[in-house]
């Protein structure tokens, strides 16, 4: 039953990238049915075994947040927003349980990887074909559908070291090779959604080459080299200028403009968190909360003011604890595990920045992931052996085939 409860989070995680192209009206998600057969198979496997595995002190972290994000209904000024929102945040975190309890090995992990990297490639070839259609989501902005661009663009930004890492764990350089490529239609896509903030955590996300080129092997880097230049000739002739020239206009937002009128959100909702410093608005209720100032509401579209203001500095601090908490899990892996997971937090954090991304699943994803990680035993297609015993390492390789 363990096995099938694993299968079945592997369709959960395979959907996750484009679930919201296969939405019915009622909002339930093809993630959202596969699931609830996922944790039910977990839980029917927890009963048949007798136990569970152990969590960690950041499960219980995770736990304490969402029962404050639940408490805080009794003060909230919008409690049918903020109900709905605890209820989102409890199956997110049944999700982080899911994955600690079926997925307890790096092969494992890594099985879920290649999950959500397929899942990728059905958003990008989505979003590709909006554009070769001419079906933009907003002007000049090409998306999979029922897809925000700046929610996909950072959906997929997630997906780059993840890919990068099974590129290294595999042997086969054929099978990295399609790693390389994928990475390089996640930038491709994101250029199409025309995503500033996406852009940036792409950036960010593309770190992991420069620091770990050392560890690839010569034939790899001359393929990451050359398709490096494939793809940028392929951005220059297909990438819409106009996609081009709104990224560039970055650097200019940051130093003088609004960030589409987030800058003003801000200012709107910091004032909010002094009405409201200690316990804050309510879990989801920023929305409402500030709604007197702008017409009709709107998120904080920066999932860190957006715990400020609705959680005020108790929920805050334990928001800060958790981030703590995930920062020493990764301080203390072996290097090659670190790098990943530092850049993973370091690309998704900037794309949070400029978005409300708390009720979403790719963080909760990441946290779960990171768990599994940092307790896995490291195995063979993780070990790097010394330089000097390259002839045993070949061999070993020649016979692992």
């Given at each position: 039953?363990?096995?099938?409860?694993?299968?079945?989070?592997?369709?959960?995680?395979?959907?996750?990238?484009?679930?919201?192209?296969?939405?019915?009206?009622?909002?339930?998600?093809?993630?959202?049915?596969?699931?609830?057969?996922?944790?039910?198979?977990?839980?029917?496997?927890?009963?048949?075994?007798?136990?569970?595995r152990p969590p960690t002190v950041s499960h219980f972290?995770?736990?304490?947040?969402?029962?404050?994000?639940?408490?805080?209904?009794?003060?909230?000024?919008?409690?049918?927003?903020?109900?709905?929102?605890?209820?989102?945040?409890?199956?997110?975190?049944?999700?982080?349980?899911?994955?600690?309890?079926?997925?307890s090995e790096s092969s494992h992990l890594r099985s879920?990887?290649?999950?959500?990297?397929?899942?990728?490639?059905?958003?990008?070839?989505?979003?590709?074909?909006?554009?070769?259609?001419?079906?933009?989501?907003?002007?000049?902005?090409?998306?999979?559908?029922?897809?925000?661009?700046?929610?996909?663009?950072?959906?997929?930004?997630?997906?780059?070291?993840?890919?990068?890492?099974?590129?290294?764990?595999?042997?086969?350089?054929?099978?990295?090779?399609?790693?390389?490529?994928?990475?390089?239609?996640?930038?491709?896509?994101?250029?199409?959604?025309?995503?500033?903030?996406?852009?940036?955590?792409?950036?960010?996300?593309?770190?992991?080459?420069?620091?770990?080129?050392?560890?690839?092997?010569?034939?790899?880097?001359?393929?990451?080299?050359?398709?490096?230049?494939?793809?940028?000739?392929?951005?220059?002739?297909?990438?819409?200028?106009?996609?081009?020239?709104?990224?560039s206009t970055t650097s200019g937002e940051f130093r003088?403009?609004?960030?589409?009128?987030?800058?003003?959100?801000?200012?709107?909702?910091?004032?909010?968190?002094?009405?409201?410093?200690?316990?804050?608005?309510?879990?989801?209720?920023?929305?409402?909360?500030?709604?007197?100032?702008?017409?009709?509401?709107?998120?904080?579209?920066?999932?860190?003011?957006?715990?400020?203001?609705?959680?005020?500095?108790?929920?805050?601090?334990?928001?800060?604890?958790?981030?703590?908490?995930?920062?020493?899990?990764?301080?203390?892996?072996?290097?090659?595990?670190?790098?990943?997971?530092?850049?993973?937090?370091?690309?998704?954090?900037?794309?949070?920045?400029?978005?409300?991304?708390?009720?979403?699943?790719?963080?909760?994803?990441?946290?779960?992931?990171?768990?599994?990680?940092?307790?896995?035993?490291?195995?063979?297609?993780?070990?790097?052996?010394?330089?000097?015993?390259?002839?045993?390492?070949?061999?070993?390789?020649?016979?692992?085939?």
């Amino acid at each position: 039953m363990r096995t099938v409860a694993f299968y079945l989070l592997w369709l959960v995680v395979f959907s996750i990238p484009w679930e919201a192209s296969m939405m019915w009206e009622d909002g339930t998600t093809v993630g959202r049915m596969t699931g609830y057969m996922a944790l039910g198979a977990g839980l029917l496997a927890v009963a048949l075994r007798g136990s569970i595995r152990p969590p960690t002190v950041s499960h219980f972290l995770l736990l304490g947040f969402i029962v404050y994000s639940g408490l805080s209904i009794v003060w909230s000024v919008d409690p049918a927003l903020t109900l709905q929102g605890a209820e989102a945040r409890l199956r997110l975190f049944g999700m982080v349980l899911l994955v600690w309890e079926v997925a307890s090995e790096s092969s494992h992990l890594r099985s879920l990887m290649r999950a959500y990297v397929l899942g990728g490639c059905i958003a990008i070839v989505s979003t590709v074909q909006g554009f070769l259609s001419g079906q933009s989501v907003h002007y000049q902005r090409y998306a999979a559908e029922g897809f925000d661009p700046n929610d996909l663009a950072l959906a997929l930004v997630v997906s780059i070291p993840m890919a990068w890492f099974l590129a290294t764990a595999t042997r086969r350089t054929w099978a990295a090779s399609l790693y390389y490529v994928y990475i390089g239609a996640v930038i491709f896509a994101i250029l199409l959604t025309s995503s500033r903030g996406g852009a940036i955590a792409a950036a960010v996300s593309l770190l992991i080459v420069p620091l770990t080129w050392g560890r690839q092997k010569r034939s790899r880097k001359f393929i990451v080299a050359a398709l490096v230049f494939a793809a940028i000739s392929v951005g220059l002739k297909y990438v819409p200028e106009e996609s081009l020239a709104r990224i560039s206009t970055t650097s200019g937002e940051f130093r003088q403009g609004t960030l589409d009128e987030r800058t003003f959100i801000w200012g709107v909702g910091l004032a909010k968190f002094a009405d409201h410093p200690l316990l804050g608005v309510g879990g989801s209720a920023f929305r409402t909360a500030v709604s007197d100032d702008i017409p009709g509401g709107m998120v904080a579209h920066n999932t860190f003011l957006s715990v400020l203001v609705e959680y005020g500095v108790i929920g805050s601090v334990l928001f800060l604890l958790i981030l703590i908490e995930l920062f020493l899990l990764i301080w203390q892996m072996p290097a090659n595990r670190r790098t990943v997971w530092v850049i993973s937090f370091m690309a998704l954090g900037v794309g949070m920045f400029a978005l409300s991304w708390l009720e979403y699943k790719p963080p909760w994803l990441l946290i779960s992931f990171l768990l599994v990680h940092a307790s896995a035993p490291a195995d063979k297609l993780e070990v790097r052996k010394p330089k000097r015993a390259m002839t045993f390492v070949a061999a070993e390789g020649l016979c692992a085939q």
